[in-house]
């Protein structure tokens, strides 16, 4: 990735000048300062107690979640099949009485 190059290059040809370019890097200054204070805030959240307490919790309602429908799916098709296995011999015991 490259760096954007952030050199702003001006002429300083008066202390009104000087003063002026003081102020706008301090403003730039506290803008990062503040961006920083930003993300270290959100770090601080995303690992406390509490938020991965909650996603945790959230990972184990969701697998629990996904492992009873695939059992209840599971079931229902075993279910079918059986009724299948259940209706071909009671064919063939049909059949065979017919016989």
């Known amino acids: ?5 952030r050199t702003n ?3 300083i040809g008066s202390l009104n000048d000087l003063h002026s370019e003081k102020l706008r890097l301090k403003g730039e200054l ?4 503040e961006g920083i204070t930003s993300n270290y805030h959100q ?3 995303a690992f406390s107690f509490h ?3 909650n996603t945790v919790t959230q990972d184990i309602a969701i697998a629990t979640n996904a492992f009873s429908k695939a059992f209840s799916f599971g079931k229902t098709l075993l279910g079918k099949v ?7 011999s009671n064919l063939s015991d049909l059949e065979e009485t017919k016989i």
Not at 1 to 5: D, L, Q, T
Not at 30 to 33: A, I, K, P, S, V
Not at 82 to 88: A, C, L
């Open 82 to 88: 059986k009724k299948k296995k259940k209706k071909r």
């Open 43 to 45: 770090i601080l959240d």
């Open 9 to 11: 290059i001006r002429k």
């Open 51 to 53: 938020n991965i307490l």
């Open 30 to 33: 506290l803008r990062t300062e």
């Open 1 to 5: 990735m490259k760096i954007k190059s």
